[in-house]
């Protein structure tokens, strides 16, 4: 453990608990995706199937159960106890498109043909494009929430962190995960205008950051 990877840790459960936040404090789940929640939860689920087969320590444990917990409540939140706040009109990205070429690949590319492999390899996948129905909503809404702003960028400082996690790693224990280094650069540069008008526009004041509109 690295001071990298803790804080990336930190930053993805303070994205995390700062949206689970702002739909219970406001009671509306107005302005997120639910399809991006869903497969983030599909993310963690894939992912944290060593829970039941190895351990690895009480912090890798705790903050897997925590992500588990958080992801399916946020779900809940969205699905059921606010749906009618939940703005499936804009929530419209076609999940179809990502959760077909990831399985695809992770049959294709992977480290070992074993269930659990390709079930990891599959959450590494998914969660570089997780994000796609978040930011096509924002973008065909023409404007975000500074609240929701804030777990974005939270999420993508997250992605970030890993990033410089792996390369210390690289220097200092010679470790290269390539599957999981190339799909977080593929996230992170999702996150790249998003972080630029964060900067811009959200922390100078401005209680919501508007969009450019699609054509």
């Known amino acids: 453990m690295n001071v990298f990877r803790l804080a990336g840790d930190v930053s993805h459960l303070v994205a995390i608990i700062v949206l689970f936040l702002k739909i219970w404090r406001s009671r509306s789940c107005a302005g997120i995706s639910g399809k991006s929640q869903v497969l983030f939860a599909l993310v963690f689920t894939t992912r944290y199937l060593d829970l039941f087969t190895s351990f ?20 809940y939140l969205i699905y059921m106890r606010f749906r009618n706040s939940y703005d499936s009109e804009n929530d419209s990205f076609r999940v179809e498109f990502l959760l077909v070429p990831v399985a695809g690949l992770s049959f294709l590319e992977n480290y ?68 999981a280094v190339v799909s977080g650069v593929v996230q992170t540069i999702f996150y790249c205008d998003f972080f630029y008008l964060y900067f811009t526009r959200v922390l100078r004041g401005s209680g919501k950051m508007s969009l450019p509109m699609p054509v």
């Open 56 to 75: 690895i320590s009480i912090y890798n444990t705790v903050m897997k159960v925590v992500f588990l917990v958080l992801a399916y409540a946020t779900v």
């Open 112 to 179: 070992a043909f074993t269930p659990l492999e390709i079930l990891w390899t599959f959450s590494i996948y998914l969660e570089s494009v997780a994000i796609l129905p978040q930011l096509f909503m924002i973008t065909k809404t023409g404007e975000a929430e500074s609240i929701t702003t804030h777990y974005l960028f939270f999420l993508g400082l997250y992605r970030a962190l890993y990033l410089a996690n792996w390369v210390w790693r690289y220097h200092t224990e010679g470790f290269f995960d390539q599957i």
